[in-house]
C-alpha cells in the first residue's frame, strides 16, 4: 500500500527517524558519529531545519526538529544521506544503499507532545539496554537540554525557554520531567503515529492539521461505517 505524503508545515515540530537499511549499523565508532553529527549540522543549517533533540543510534537516528519551509526536513535529510553514504561506502569499502527507503515522520502537537517526544527520544539508548540514564550517552541531547553542555545543534524551542526564568532552572526542571515514566500508550502512540504519517496530538490539533496539509491526519475508522 502507498504511503500518504508526508506533512511539512513551517515551524511545526516533526519527529523524525532515518534507519539503516535492514536494520544495519550505520555508525559503527566515534569518527562515524562525528562525521554524522558535524554534517547534519551543517545540512540542518543550510536548510533551515531548527533541532530541539536528537540521538545518534548505532542503526538509526531520531530527531526532533522544526522546519523553516516546506522543503527543509527533505533537504536536510537529502544532503546528509549523500554526505554520510560517500563518507561510509569509501572507509568501509561498502557499495549500494545505505538507509531504509523513505524516512518516518510525525508533526506534533507542541503544547501536548513536545517535551514527551523530546524525552522519548533521549531516553532512547536507556530502553535499548546501552546505558542506565541519558546523560551516560554522549550521542544525545540530553547533555545540552538537562545539564547545560555547550551543543551547536540544538535550537532551543519556545516551550523549552519557557520552562523556567533562568537557564539553571530550566535545567533542573527539564530534569525533573524523567522522573516521570512515559506510559506503555504514550509510547505506542509515539512510535505509531511516527511511523504511519499521522499527526501526533488530539482531535482537535488533527482537524486543524489536516486543513493546512490537505490530506487525512489521522487513521480510517476500521469497518465499514453502519447504515443509519
Known sequence: MARLPRYTIKNQPQHII???LDGQDILVDAEDYE???ESLRSSAQANQLKIHAYVLMPNHVHLLASPGNEQSVPKTLQSLGRKYVQYFNAKYENSGALWEGRYRATVLDSKAYL?????????????AGMVKHPREYDWCSYGYNAMGYEDPLITEHRLYSQLASGKQQ???VYRS????RISNDELATIRDATNKGWALGDNKF???????G???????AKGRPRLK
Open 35 to 37: 562525521f554524522y553529527w
Open 18 to 20: 532515518q534507519r539503516g
Open 115 to 127: 517535551l514527551t517526544c523530546s524525552r522519548y527520544i533521549e531516553l532512547n539508548p536507556v530502553r
Open 206 to 212: 488533527a482537524n486543524k492539521i489536516e486543513k493546512m
Open 177 to 180: 520531567l524523567f522522573k516521570k
Open 170 to 172: 530550566s535545567y533542573q
Open 214 to 220: 490537505g490530506r487525512r491526519a489521522t487513521q480510517l
